[in-house]
């Protein structure tokens, strides 16, 4: 198992295919899951070392995936990411530090992949 574990979880396929290849090109093992239940599955398996997370997404939002990973006991690092108002994101981005989750980045949709490329450099 790689050293640098990314799971990705986006609804948006081609978003989570150009974080793919951008993760990939730095070394780590990627991911994709695009839906909270595979993301779930795929969590469990993979053990990541660095989850990028869509905030909106339908059937299970990223807060209630915020909350889970806390219910894991995850603690790496969480880039929570929104194409919508950045306040969903800042919000999720509390929600996980209240809980315990230690380092958390949030960005913005469409994102520039030189500020991807940094998030993705401090984690894992």
Not at 46 to 52: D, H, W
Not at 68 to 93: C, F, H, M, S
């Amino acid at each position: 198992m790689s050293e640098k574990r990314l799971l990705v979880v986006d609804d948006e396929p081609e978003f989570c295919e150009l974080v793919r290849k951008v993760a990939a090109d730095m070394g780590y093992e990627v991911q994709v899951a695009t839906n909270g239940h595979t993301f779930q599955a795929a969590y469990l398996t993979l053990q990541p070392t660095l989850i990028v997370m869509d905030m909106v997404m339908p059937e299970m939002d990223g807060n209630e995936l915020v909350l889970w990973l806390v219910e894991q006991g995850y603690a790496a690092d969480l880039v929570i990411i929104t194409g919508y108002n950045p306040d969903y994101a800042k919000d999720a981005r509390l929600l996980a530090e209240f809980k315990g989750l230690r380092s958390v980045t949030t960005l913005t949709k469409p994102i520039r992949i030189a500020r991807l490329r940094e998030a993705l450099s401090s984690g894992g």
